[in-house]
């Protein structure tokens, strides 16, 4: 171990020889002696001792104690005095120095021993705490959260500048004030004033939360929503000597979650309109080259054509065009609902009637080997609704039902009007192919097709079109379906819906 280097301030000649001597003997290194308090300052400064031994009487202008505060705030040494008077105003100057330990005169080496031992030590844990307390006020000072701590009559003892710039209150101010002046907190939702958390702290010996929808009242009467813990301090169990505040301004953190929200929106955006560009291009592709090979077979077999290939050409012509028609139709609707163009503009109909009739074109058109059975429950099926929007919601769902499922199977269209309740329910009921339970989320996304539907053409954008026009609405939609066995589709729509123009 290395040897401990020390400073002896004496103006008696002998007796400072014979305390380095004694110091020698304890194994301590004598790096000077001095006779007066100037003296020892500049071989203080010079040599760095890690003790200084200093008598409090010494000839000159310098006494002991001038001397040992200068060499403490200056140089950060330790000081032990030597003195031969123990009289209460000797005692109390050399006390405002805080010196690390006294040695009455005369003394053994043992004492002498003792009193630097203890002196050192005590240097040592001195520095070591504070070290640790700039260690925690840096810490306390740079972090974002807020910090505020009291004591436990709930009195601000510390508060950091997070907090500061949050309450309003500056250091100066907030210090030695209690807690319910700078922390007071309202309940957003029901705007009553909160129990302090520092009371409930100092009360229950517990941490607490804050709920949700809480806001501090600054210093100038503006609030802030705000999140918090508050926890005991404890230096025994059982025994709460303050409370800490832990807090930090939620407007902030919901606004970088916002705009992380609104990042991700974009993303999925962007993901969207690649897979849109890619699915419609090829979609468009199937259809082109049918028209391309039936116009080539036309023209190439000329004179030979009979009448009957002549019409299955120009049947599969019109039947490719028929599918690009539908597909552009889908795409324009998209296009227009996602620019938030998408109207409802409700009129007066008869909702029998016009399932009625919906269905006749319906058949018409597709010639589909299903039979569509219509059943009407109410007598009286008048109601407000956008006519157009229901010709997309009906007829993408009898298209699905006709094309997933066995020519022959049975098609259900129920409606009931439900005037208590002021809403329209409609069932689309087929037997068809089902929909697995795991894909059943995920169908009005676009594009998204089930597993069992992959061998079926189709772009995946119908229902995506038939939701947007029960939302436009104001309406809900739901699915029921067993693989196998069919599935039926709900649409509730309210009887008269009136838009709401602000909300367009
Ligand atoms: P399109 O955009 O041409 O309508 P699509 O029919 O594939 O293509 P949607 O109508 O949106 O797209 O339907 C999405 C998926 O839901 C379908 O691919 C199919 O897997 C499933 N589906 C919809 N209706 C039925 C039904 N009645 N029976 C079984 N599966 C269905
Ligand atoms: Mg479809």
């Known amino acids: 171990m290395e040897q401990v280097k020390i400073l002896v301030v004496e103006d008696e000649v002998i007796v400072a020889r014979t305390i380095a001597n004694q110091l020698n003997q304890l194994g301590y290194t004598v790096i000077g002696t001095a006779s007066s308090g100037k003296v020892a300052i500049a071989k203080a400064f010079e040599s760095k001792p890690e003790l200084v031994l200093m008598d409090v009487i010494l000839k000159g202008e310098m006494d002991g104690i001038t001397a040992a505060s200068q060499i403490r705030e200056q140089l950060d040494i330790p000081v032990i ?48 705490l504070r070290e640790n307390r700039d260690r925690l006020a840096t810490l306390l000072n ?69 709920d949700e929808f809480t806001s501090l009242i600054t210093k100038n009467g ?59 291009s090829h979609e468009f592709r199937n259809p082109l080259s049918v028209i391309q090979s039936s116009v080539e077979l036309l023209e190439m077999q000329g004179e030979n054509l009979t009448a009957a290939k002549k019409h299955t050409y120009l049947k599969r012509i019109k039947g490719a065009i028929q599918s690009m028609k539908k597909l552009m139709e889908d795409v324009l609707f998209m296009g227009k609902s996602e620019a938030g163009k998408l109207e409802c503009h409700p009129s007066s109909l008869y909702l029998e009637e016009f399932c009625r009739e919906l269905i006749a074109e319906f058949t018409t058109i597709h010639h589909s080997g299903s039979e569509i059975i219509f059943n009407c429950h109410s007598d009286r099926t008048d109601a407000c609704m956008d006519e157009q929007l229901l010709h997309y919601i009906f007829t993408n769902l009898l298209t699905n039902a006709v094309k997933y499922s066995p020519e022959g199977g049975n098609i259900f269209f129920d409606l009931t009007c439900n005037l208590m309740e002021k809403v329209a329910i ?24 089930a597993s069992n539907a992959q061998s079926i053409p189709g772009t995946g954008l119908g229902l995506v079109i038939v939701k947007k026009c029960v939302e436009a609405h ?13 599935t039926t589709f709900t649409i509730i729509l309210p009887l008269n819906y009136i838009p709401n123009v602000m909300n367009k």
């Not at 500048?161 to 807690?179: F, R, V, Y």
């Not at 059982?238 to 832990?246: A, K, R, S």
């Open 81 to 128: 005095f030597l003195t031969a008077y123990g009289d209460d105003n000797t005692v109390q100057r050399a006390k405002v120095t805080q010196p690390f330990g006294y040695v009455i005169k005369p003394f053994t080496s043992k004492d002498l021993r003792i009193a630097i031992e203890i002196g050192l030590l005590k240097h040592n844990l001195e520095r070591d």
């Open 142 to 210: 740079s972090m974002s959260d807020a910090v505020i701590a009291t004591n436990e009559q709930g009195i601000v003892t510390f508060i950091n500048p997070a907090a500061e710039l949050i309450t309003g209150w500056k250091q100066a101010d907030a210090l030695g004030k209690d807690i319910s002046k700078i922390f007071r907190l309202i309940d957003e939702v029901t705007e009553t004033s909160l129990e302090n958390p520092v009371t409930k702290v100092l009360r229950d010996g517990q941490v607490v939360y804050l």
């Open 222 to 280: 503006s609030r802030i929503p705000i999140g918090d813990s508050a926890s005991p301090i404890m230096r025994q169990p059982g025994q709460i000597n303050g409370v800490v505040v832990v807090f930090w301004n939620l407007s902030e953190r919901q606004q970088a979650q916002l705009l992380e929200q609104a990042l991700h929106k974009e993303r999925e955006l962007n993901q969207l309109k690649s897979l849109f560009i890619s699915t419609v």
């Open 426 to 449: 409609f069932h689309i009921q087929d037997q068809g192919i089902g929909i697995p339970e795991a894909d059943q989320a995920r169908l009005f996304e676009s594009f998204y097709r």
């Open 474 to 486: 104001k309406g809900q939609i739901s699915i029921n379906s067993q693989v196998g066995i069919g």
